[in-house]
């Protein structure tokens, strides 16, 4: 049971570039969650999802996507990076939706130059 | 809408000596409290939560936490502080009747601890 796994650990990306940041569940969650983390300024809701097919916006939606085709896999897109896109990147999974325990990935750090 | 305020930004403690994490939520009913633990490099591990019912919750590693609905406040407490309980502590409110269908974190409390 691996619990929730994301992929890559670092990345550096040129400005403009894409990329897909890969999370994986193994725990038949409902729910999916991407946060980013900045310094002092706590975890910021991107996009959340709560079934396959259904997804929606957090508080911080602009210059990202995000898909969720499978139970277990909710990839976040970044189509044309900004510097104000570093960060470090959390996915994380519950069974109900904000009542019930998030349970967290190792996290992504992404810059971008 | 809820809201975490988490007043310190960065506390430093004695190895020994007992820690207390401060946490304020604003919502109008009762919440869903939770208090995650992010080590240097790695993700958030949920430490204990309150639902309902007794207000003083038992957590991992030797942490408790009370909830206050008074005060609006769910502080984070622990009687000796070892070397390895530095790290980062993030409150969360959850809430059952709003559209918000996720977490609001506190912007965190680093804790350093002194040997």
């Known amino acids: 049971n691996a619990g929730v796994t994301q992929t890559p650990k670092f990345r550096i990306l040129k400005i403009g570039q894409s990329m897909t940041l890969q999370c994986t569940q193994d725990?038949?969650?409902?729910?999916m969650y991407w946060y980013r983390q900045d310094p002092g300024m706590g975890l910021k809701l991107i996009y959340y999802?709560?079934?396959?097919?259904?997804?929606d916006k957090g508080e911080v939606p602009n210059g990202y996507n995000v898909s969720r085709s499978t139970t277990e896999d909710f990839p976040l897109r970044l189509e044309l990076a900004a510097p104000s896109q570093t960060s470090v990147y959390f996915c994380?999974?519950?069974?109900?939706?904000?009542?019930?325990?998030?349970?967290f990935g190792p996290g992504t750090r992404l810059t971008v130059l | 809408a809820q809201s975490v305020t988490q007043p310190d930004i960065h506390i430093t403690v004695s190895e020994g000596a007992s820690l207390e994490l401060r946490c304020n939520y604003s919502?109008?009913?009762?919440?869903?409290l939770f208090w995650y633990v992010q080590s240097p490099g790695q993700g958030l591990q949920l430490l204990l939560k309150?639902?309902?019912?007794?207000?003083l919750v038992q957590g991992i590693k030797g942490f408790e936490a009370e909830f206050k609905r008074s005060q609006s406040s769910f502080n984070l407490r622990k009687p000796s502080v070892h070397w390895s309980d530095a790290a980062e502590y993030f409150c969360?409110?959850?809430?059952?009747?709003?559209?918000?269908?996720?977490?609001?974190f506190g912007s965190g409390t680093r804790l350093q601890v002194q040997p």
């Open positions: 994380a999974s519950s069974l109900a939706g904000s009542t019930d325990t998030q349970y």
């Open positions: 725990m038949n969650h409902n729910y």
């Open positions: 999802s709560v079934g396959a097919g259904i997804t």
């Open positions: 919502y109008g009913a009762t919440p869903y």
């Open positions: 309150y639902f309902s019912g007794d207000t």
């Open positions: 969360a409110v959850g809430a059952q009747d709003t559209g918000r269908r996720a977490l609001t």
